[in-house]
């Protein structure tokens, strides 16, 4: 699986972006993916992810009720949608996907393939 994502910019704070993470394969409907970020100096941190037929998310909890994340299987995409910016969004966005095991994993060891970055930046 190759992982493809896109959509990152500049925004002011209040604002919104959709981030879009495309995939190659036919088994991408398969996987969990997810939505990690690392900002200047920082560690890489989980965002979000989705299950492989959209049961079941998680979040972090700096972005509930902020982001949404989602996925359209028939395009091999996963979307995150952004609303609500604040500047301490402002980071490095990838998407990772990993074998389905039957839970949401926050753990970056358990991804398989990871998507190149997406900058977000966010300014006040």
């Known amino acids: 699986v190759q992982l493809q994502a896109s959509g990152g910019g500049l925004v002011q704070v209040g604002g919104s972006l959709r981030l879009s993470c495309t995939a190659s394969g036919r088994t991408f409907s398969t996987y969990g993916v997810g939505w990690f970020r690392q900002a200047p100096g920082k560690e890489r941190e989980f965002v979000t992810a989705?299950?492989?037929?959209?049961?079941?998310?998680g979040y972090t909890d700096s972005v509930k009720g902020r982001f949404t994340i989602s996925r359209d299987n028939a395009k091999n995409t996963v979307y995150l949608q952004m609303n609500s910016l604040k500047s301490e969004d402002t980071a490095a966005y990838y998407c990772?996907?990993?074998?389905?095991?039957?839970?949401?994993?926050?753990?970056?060891?358990?991804?398989?393939?990871w998507g190149q970055g997406t900058q977000v930046t966010v300014s006040s």
């Open positions: 989705i299950s492989p037929k959209s049961f079941y998310t």
């Open positions: 990772a996907a990993h074998r389905w095991i039957g839970v949401i994993s926050q753990a970056m060891a358990e991804y398989d393939y």
